[in-house]
């Protein structure tokens, strides 16, 4: 399906008046006719009375094809079924009366996936008689303008199999407008149903942290790509994934957030534990480190300055007494030797 774009039909006040004054010269002639048939010329008065009678009833047809565009809409035509073209941008514009406006999802609110407005909500009276709630027209307009869909938050397995959630905010506009009303029955919902889809196949490829051994470019080289720490990469993946899949409804995805990211909470818990057992794991290596290194320091100075003169099998007590002292969780309590060493 090809856009067309009518760009001759922006001349919606001069019909107006064109079309007003011919009605009021009907009427004029309405008039006339009878006050004819009152002065006595019957034939004249009748045929005038008759023609400017059937002028009155049929002049206002064309201001039925009256239509206003605001900034950044756009209205897709049909004449009896068939496409015939689209206009675009603001003004008054002036159509075949007889062509329909063609908006699918003139009545979908893109808040949340599948979310459908399907049916006007009614409410009863004190009386038992039903009424409507709210009276709304849909809007077979299209908006041009960059919109956003935020889906619902879903939970997907990462590559290592962990359940984690996550969400997406996705910005979006209409490019062509023959292709998002006739390729698809509903391009708000078919955007929104694409970007589940591209969501789950490209959170399959990450796991949620860093982790050894995972390829996630394809290339065959591990990588330390994740979630959590390549969200840029992952979102461009995610987005140009939508883009693949919403090309024939005409859709441009201009971004791709992620809004949401978290373990699911049936394993938050434990990944936390996790999460601590490692933190605690790499300071206790930061503190052994730094502790040998102080060990290996005194004995230097003490062998430097001869100040004690220890053998082997004491430079081995003070090193454990040393480790003990600065590795512990809790301050040293020593115990003086004020005897002989011996």
């Known amino acids: 399906m090809q856009e067309i774009i009518?760009?001759?039909?922006?001349?919606?006040?001069?019909?107006?008046?064109?079309?007003?004054?011919?009605?009021?010269?009907?009427?004029?002639?309405?008039?006339?006719?009878?006050?004819?048939?009152?002065?006595?010329?019957?034939?004249?008065?009748?045929?005038?009375?008759?023609?400017?009678?059937?002028?009155?009833?049929?002049?206002?047809?064309?201001?039925?094809?009256?239509?206003?565009?605001?900034?950044?809409?756009?209205?897709?035509?049909?004449?009896?079924?068939?496409?015939?073209?689209?206009?675009?941008?603001?003004?008054?514009?002036?159509?075949?009366?007889?062509?329909?406006?063609?908006?699918?999802?003139?009545?979908?609110?893109?808040?949340?996936?599948?979310?459908?407005?399907?049916?006007?909500?009614?409410t009863t009276t004190a009386n038992g008689e039903s009424a409507l709630a709210s009276?709304?027209?849909?809007?077979?307009?299209?908006?041009?303008?960059i919109m956003t869909l935020n889906n619902n938050r879903q939970k997907i397995n990462d590559c290592l199999g962990n359940p984690v959630e996550i969400g997406i905010a996705v910005m979006w506009r209409v490019v062509d407008t023959a292709k998002a009303a006739f390729n698809v029955d509903n391009y708000k919902e078919y955007l929104s149903l694409q970007c589940d889809s591209a969501l789950r196949n490209i959170v399959r490829i990450y796991p949620y942290d860093v982790a050894p051994g995972i390829d996630t470019t394809g290339d065959g080289i591990e990588d330390d790509g994740s979630l959590r720490g390549s969200s840029e990469i992952v979102a461009s993946r995610i987005r140009d994934e939508i883009q693949k899949r919403v090309d024939e409804a005409g859709i441009e995805i201009l971004e791709a957030r992620i809004t949401y990211l978290a373990y699911a909470p049936e394993i938050a818990a434990v990944m936390l534990q996790r999460q601590q057992a490692s933190a605690i794991i790499d300071a206790?290596?930061?503190?052994?480190?730094?502790?040998?290194?102080?060990?290996?320091?005194?004995?230097?100075?003490?062998?430097?300055?001869?100040?004690?003169?220890?053998?082997?099998?004491?430079?081995?007590a003070m090193v454990s007494n040393l480790l003990v002292v600065l590795c512990g969780n809790h301050d040293a309590q020593p115990i003086v030797n004020t005897g002989s060493l011996y």
């Open 135 to 145: 009276l709304q027209i849909p809007n077979k307009r299209i908006s041009l303008k």
């Open 6 to 122: 009518l760009t001759n039909k922006k001349n919606g006040m001069r019909t107006l008046v064109l079309w007003v004054l011919i009605e009021l010269l009907a009427l004029a002639g309405v008039i006339c006719g009878a006050v004819l048939m009152e002065n006595g010329k019957m034939t004249i008065g009748l045929v005038v009375f008759i023609v400017a009678m059937l002028a009155f009833c049929v002049c206002w047809i064309p201001l039925v094809g009256l239509r206003v565009l605001k900034p950044q809409e756009a209205l897709v035509l049909t004449l009896f079924g068939k496409y015939i073209g689209t206009i675009k941008g603001e003004g008054f514009y002036a159509v075949n009366p007889f062509c329909v406006a063609v908006n699918p999802a003139a009545g979908t609110k893109l808040n949340q996936s599948g979310d459908v407005k399907t049916h006007t909500p009614l």
């Open 284 to 316: 206790r290596k930061m503190i052994v480190d730094g502790a040998v290194g102080m060990v290996e320091m005194a004995l230097e100075r003490l062998n430097a300055n001869e100040t004690v003169q220890l053998d082997e099998e004491r430079k081995a």
